[in-house]
Every structure is written in structure tokens, then in C-alpha cells.
């Protein structure tokens, strides 16, 4: 019984925290890449993105160390990937988009540590803006064409994107009372776990998006509408049909 009390000592609330944004992350990187949805396409690289979370919780938490688990440079790129995928299902990936991963490849051999963050924190808010302007240019693709309705179906995904850029613009502080104030490491784990959450709430509301919104915003966004004045005269050679007197 002692043995046991000495061995659970050592596992406090932060490790039990990381423990389930691992599990939780590949969970829905799982469901995300597999589950036959419409966005499908779309979702593998929000289920990529996730993965990179968890290479990146298991590298800074100490879990595993030997192999160079981290492509944080990756996380931007992808969040990008799958807003364009979302706002432009006809998008095919080409070779020319692999430039935006170099970076992330070249990561665990050339780019020293203490760049690194800097570099993650960069590239995260400028993809995060180009997703920004990704969603915006949809809502005016759809503004005379699809009504009110399809100009804010993303409406959800600007707000968590948003959210996530909030908080992922706490780096700045933090990293600023580590330098000022002498702090030790474990200051930056509150803010590991809120990006790691964040990412997982993105995930599971894009899991649980239903497949009829999905269908009825794809076949306004490919089937155009009919001008008012075509509507007009087929509502009345309708109603003109159905006041002729059955013989």
C-alpha cells in the first residue's frame, strides 16, 4: 500500500491533464479522418492538425523525447488547408501547396530551440488571418446568391478560429514574464493545455456538423437560382394548372 501511495504522488493534475487532451486529440483525429462525411477531404487536415498537437503534448511534456515528435510548423498550414477545403470543395491539392510544409520538415534538423516558439507563434497567426480572409471571401461569394442562410454557415468555425487566435496570442505575455521574472518552464503549461483544448473543441464541432446542413449548402453552392422573374412566372403557370377544372 505504501509503494502504491509513493508511485501516484508523482502524477499531479498536469500530467493527468496532458494524459487526456492525448487521448482526446487522437480520438477525434481518428473519427475526423475516417467518418464518411462530405467534408471529409476537408477534415483529414483538420485530423492532421490534431496530430500535430499531440506529436507537440508529447514532446513538451516530457513523455517521450528521443525522436523529433515536434512539426509544430505544420499546425498553421494545415488550420489553412482545411478552412480552403471547407469555403472551396472544388480545391485539388497540388504539389506547389507542399511549400507551406518545408518548414515543418526542416524542423527537427535545422531550427534550434529557442527559435522554434517564435517561429510556431508566427506561423500560426498569419494562417490563422488567411483563414480569416478565406471565410470572409466566402461570405461574398454567397452574398446575392445563396441568402442569409449560406452567407454565415461558417459563421461557427470564424468564432472557434477567432477564439483560438485569442488565445494563442497569450504567448506573447507569457513568454515576457518567463523572460522578465525568471519563471520556470511550468508557467507554459496552462497555456499548452488551453491550445490543446481549443484544437480539440475545433475538432468535435467539426465531427459533429450534420450531413443534411452539409448537402443543402452543396447543392445551393453548385445549383445557381433561378432569376425572380422566372420564380414569378412558374408560380403562376402553376396556379394556372391547378384552377383548370377537372372533366
Known sequence: MICVNLYTSHINFYDMAVLGILFTGLNFALLLGFTKKINRPANRFLALALVVMVLWMIRISGIYTRLPLQFSLALGPLIYFYVLKLTRPEYKFSRKDLLHFIPALLEPVILPNPVLPLLTFISVIAYLYFSHQLIERF???????????????????????????????????????????????????????????????????????????????AKTFLKPLLPAGLKQKRNLAQKGRSSKPVL
Open 139 to 217: 461570405y461574398h461569394r454567397q452574398k446575392f446568391t445563396g441568402g442569409d442562410r449560406y452567407r454565415f454557415e461558417w459563421r461557427w468555425l470564424h468564432h472557434l478560429l477567432a477564439g483560438f487566435g485569442l488565445l494563442w496570442l497569450l504567448w506573447v505575455p507569457i513568454t515576457a514574464a518567463v523572460y522578465f521574472y525568471h519563471l520556470g518552464a511550468q508557467t507554459y503549461h496552462l497555456f499548452y493545455l488551453s491550445v490543446g483544448g481549443m484544437l480539440i473543441w475545433i475538432g468535435a464541432a467539426a465531427h459533429s456538423r450534420p450531413d443534411s446542413d452539409e448537402l443543402s449548402f
